[in-house]
């Protein structure tokens, strides 16, 4: 445990908490690790929203059918831990700490500046490869074109799911840049998948023939029924009962379908039906019947529609009180206006980050009324009986709430963690 903490304070360190996109670093950290990624056999998914979602289907459809599978996603919502899991574990906080040792030493050695995400991106494919993991899904940090990833040689397959305009300080102001950098994943000769709906198709479509790359569109959309409290998904005229909600996990479902045909490997019936069933994904559109109680990132103006949409399919009668909160770099008044209703109640929450939106600059964007969390807290909004409570607007701040309630925490993660 305090190798751990240790681990985790050299890693968060103010000089490691930057962005620098680029790939020398992580080139040159993973050649003296005896360059673990290129053991390994990878999924690589980029995009906007939806990533993290193809990401954990294809992981749990993968895990059902017998295959030992990597999953490193980002960010995380309590422990670094959950971003590094095998057959949905995450890493030991001791095999954690120790790789991360062993990365930092390498890199003050031989004077490499890593960032944190760098760092990360090391030790999950040392760990992946140290573990003998048979297939790896693997999610972009940041774009995709100078993404720490991106290293990956020779995927099974790349997927590049919708795209809208967010980080554009980094990525570019239209969503023809930001498509560029997500299709940098793309490699000479490999398969993507791709929908043709996605806004930033034309160029995806280039940046595949440029390379020689074959460009994977899926056929047949899956489908999202909600029947009787239950979610389903219609795939190819078959019925599945499937764990996340949400309209928009019809796009997310339908890019990981095409992904699993094209990948090579054998995906039994049995595998996609428990897979889709019993995949997890944190505050995504989590559900919680018994506290009536909704937890979502939201995090852009994109994610903002997707939940508002799937509240109106879900639940179009309910009132509804928002625990809101969100980060200055995103379009947070965008974002509000997206989300909330003239009849809904509005709590700001203020959360830890250095880069949060403050009371008054959400009340002034906002097209309701906003109040601040009430003297006797935030546990009595979140029990209030009848109406759906929904904590959305930044994952960091979801992650916060989270972590500051052992029974939320215990609600919210079940067996995953």
């Not at 939201?298 to 997707?306: E, F, L, S, T, V």
């Amino acid at each position: 445990m305090e190798n751990y903490k240790t681990a985790l304070g050299l890693l968060t360190s103010a000089q490691k908490f930057k962005i620098k996109l680029g790939l020398e670093r992580i080139n040159a950290l993973l050649g003296i690790l005896g360059n673990p990624h290129k053991n390994l056999k990878c999924i690589h998914v980029a995009g906007t929203n939806g990533k993290g979602s193809v990401c954990a289907i294809l992981a749990s459809v993968l895990k059902e059918a017998g295959y030992k599978t990597g999953l490193y996603t980002s960010p995380h919502l309590v422990s670094y831990t959950e971003r590094i899991k095998i057959n949905n574990k995450p890493i030991e906080e001791e095999k954690f700490a120790k790789i991360v040792f062993e990365i930092l030493k390498i890199a003050e050695k031989n004077a490499i500046d890593p960032t944190e995400f760098e760092i990360l991106t090391a030790a999950m494919f040392k760990y992946f490869s140290d573990e003998n993991a048979e297939v790896c899904v693997i999610e972009t940090g940041l774009g995709g074109r100078f993404d720490a990833t991106n290293v990956i040689e020779t995927p099974l397959c790349s997927v590049i799911t919708s795209i809208s305009k967010d980080h554009t300080e980094r990525l570019g102001d239209t969503i023809e840049k930001i498509a560029f950098e997500k299709a940098g994943i793309i490699k000479t000769g490999s398969k993507v998948v791709c929908l043709k709906e996605n806004a930033g198709f034309e160029v995806i479509k280039n940046a595949a023939e440029q390379k020689n790359a074959k460009i994977f569109i899926p056929a047949e959309k899956a489908l999202i029924k909600y029947e009787n409290g239950t979610n389903f998904a219609k795939i190819n005229g078959k019925t599945y009962e499937f764990s996340l909600l949400g309209h928009f996990q019809e796009e997310n479902l339908t890019l990981t379908i095409e992904a699993l045909n094209q990948i090579g490997l054998k995906i039994p019936e049995e595998a996609l039906k428990s897979g889709l069933k019993n995949v997890f994904h944190p505050c995504r559109i989590q559900f919680f019947k018994e506290k009536n109680l909704i937890i979502d990132g939201a995090h852009n103006p994109d994610g903002a529609r997707k939940l508002r949409e799937s509240l109106d399919f879900y639940f179009p009668d309910s009132p509804r009180l928002w625990i809101f909160g969100a980060l200055r770099n995103k379009d947070f008044a965008k974002i509000a206006q997206t989300l909330f209703k003239q009849e809904d109640e509005v709590y700001f929450y203020e959360f830890s980050h250095k880069n949060h939106a403050n009371f008054d600059e959400i009340a002034a964007v906002s097209p309701v009324g906003i109040k601040k969390i009430p003297p006797d807290g935030l546990k009595s909004l979140i029990d209030r009986p009848k109406t759906l409570k929904i904590i959305a607007g930044s994952i960091y701040m979801a992650g916060e709430i989270i972590a500051a309630d052992e029974n939320l925490k215990k609600l919210v993660f079940g067996e995953n963690i």
